[in-house]
């Protein structure tokens, strides 16, 4: 009995120099599109807020509505930042990350948690609680937070579709 052995050899070469890959192609899909809109929206409620709450302190602290919207801003700004740069500099994770839960739970609480959050402030600004002065600030804020729950109710149905294969 004979037998044929078919052998192949490859060889990979590597150069030293090393460089950044960036999988700018992410940023043409929805769910890239969402993350980079939801990131610009995101620190754009953190800047409203952040300089309305140190220059004109209602009080000695901070209103509860303010303080827990600047606390969900700067956590869902950091959480979707951490997202968004593991997916453009890595050409496999927009990939793969989609394919867990991991996705599905994060943009879940972040639109609970921005949508309570926004409706907070929108109704101690429609309370009228706040000077006339960053009344319009945080209507704004309020406002933009409402947007930005939205991306994120949208993406967790994206990231859910997705989990789910269909």
Same mark, same amino acid.
Not at 46 to 70: D, K, M, N, Q
């Given at each position: ?8 050899r490859t060889t990979t070469t590597t150069t030293s120099t ?28 953190v800047g409203l807020v952040a300089y309305y709450i ?22 869902? +700004? /950091?959480?979707?930042?951490?997202? $968004?740069? &593991?997916? #453009? ?7 793969? !990350? ?47 937070? +409402? /947007?930005?729950?939205?991306?994120? $109710?949208? &993406?967790? #149905? ?7 294969? !269909?």
């Amino acid at each position: 009995m004979s037998h044929s052995v078919v052998i192949t050899r490859t060889t990979t070469t590597t150069t030293s120099t090393s460089h950044l890959v960036l999988n700018t192609g992410y940023l043409r899909t929805t769910p890239g599109l969402l993350k980079l809109a939801q990131l610009i929206i995101g620190a754009v409620n953190v800047g409203l807020v952040a300089y309305y709450i140190r220059r004109y302190p209602t009080s000695g602290l901070p209103a509860s509505a303010e303080f827990f919207f600047l606390l969900m801003a700067v956590a869902f +700004l /950091i959480g979707t930042f951490c997202l $968004l740069a &593991s997916c #453009l500099v890595s050409l496999s994770t927009g990939g793969i !990350i989609s394919k867990t839960i991991y996705e599905l739970v994060y943009h879940t609480i972040a639109f609970l948690l921005y949508l309570i959050a926004s409706i907070m402030l929108l109704v101690d600004v429609t309370n009228g609680r706040y000077y006339p002065t960053i009344k319009d600030a945080y209507m704004a804020a309020s406002i933009l937070g +409402l /947007i930005v729950s939205a991306l994120y $109710l949208f &993406s967790a #149905l994206l990231a859910q579709r997705s989990y789910r294969g !269909i």
